[in-house]
C-alpha cells in the first residue's frame, strides 16, 4: 500500500528565522532550497563576469550590479540569485518586494544547485519578468540565456548582451570567463 507524503510548504516568515551559518536558505514557491557556500571556481566566474557587467552597467544606465543578500521577492518566493542587474529603487527605504523586476539574473550552475537553476529558478525568473536570465556552466564552459517567453541560446564562444537602453551590446568572451 503506497501512502501520500506531505511536503512542508516553507513560508517567508519561516525563512527568515532560519539561522544565518553559512549556507544560503531560498524559497521557491514554498519549497526551501539550501545551498552551502560556492567553491572558488564558482566565485571566481562571478567575480570576472560582475568585472566586465558593472562599468557597462554603469556607462548605459541601466542601474546596478547586485550580488548575493541581494534578493529577489516574487509572491511567497524569495531568492538571492548570484548576480542580478536591476534599477536603483526610487526609495531606499522599500523592502525588495517593491524593488525593480531585474533586466538580468545570473547563476552559476554547481552540482547541488544544477536541478533547480535550470527548472524552478527560471521559472521562477520568467514568471517575475526578468527579461534575460543567464546560466553559467563551469563544466560545460557555456551560458545559455533564458528569456521569458521560453526561447533560449546556449553560447559556447561568447555572449552578447543587448539589453534595452544600451547603445551596444556587452561582449562577454567565454574563454576569458572560464580561463583557469
Do not use: C
Not at 542587474?85 to 527605504?93: F, K, N, S
Not at 521560453?150 to 551590446?169: F, K, V
Request: proline share 9%; net charge negative; charged share 30%.
Amino acid at each position: 500500500m503506497h501512502m501520500a507524503t506531505n511536503i512542508k510548504r516553507w513560508t517567508l516568515e519561516e525563512l527568515h528565522s532560519l539561522p544565518d551559518d553559512g549556507n544560503k536558505y531560498e524559497l521557491v514557491r514554498g519549497q526551501l532550497f539550501v545551498t552551502p557556500p560556492p567553491n572558488v571556481e564558482h566565485e571566481t566566474v562571478l567575480a570576472r563576469l560582475s568585472r566586465l557587467l558593472e562599468p557597462f552597467v554603469a556607462a548605459h544606465g541601466l542601474g546596478f550590479v547586485y550580488h548575493p543578500r541581494s534578493v529577489l521577492r516574487v509572491g511567497d518566493s524569495e531568492v538571492e540569485p548570484d548576480l542580478m542587474v536591476r534599477q536603483r529603487p526610487r526609495d531606499l527605504h522599500v523592502d525588495w518586494d517593491q524593488a525593480p523586476v531585474p533586466i538580468l539574473v545570473v547563476e552559476v550552475l554547481s552540482g547541488s544547485t544544477r536541478r533547480r537553476d535550470r527548472r524552478d529558478k527560471r521559472e521562477l525568473y520568467a514568471d517575475a519578468g526578468v527579461d534575460d536570465y543567464w546560466i553559467v556552466d563551469p563544466e560545460r564552459r557555456v551560458i545559455t540565456v533564458a528569456h521569458p517567453e521560453g526561447r533560449e541560446e546556449t553560447s559556447i564562444d561568447a555572449l552578447a548582451w543587448a539589453p534595452r537602453g544600451a547603445a551596444e551590446p556587452l561582449v562577454v568572451p567565454l574563454a576569458d570567463l572560464f580561463a583557469p
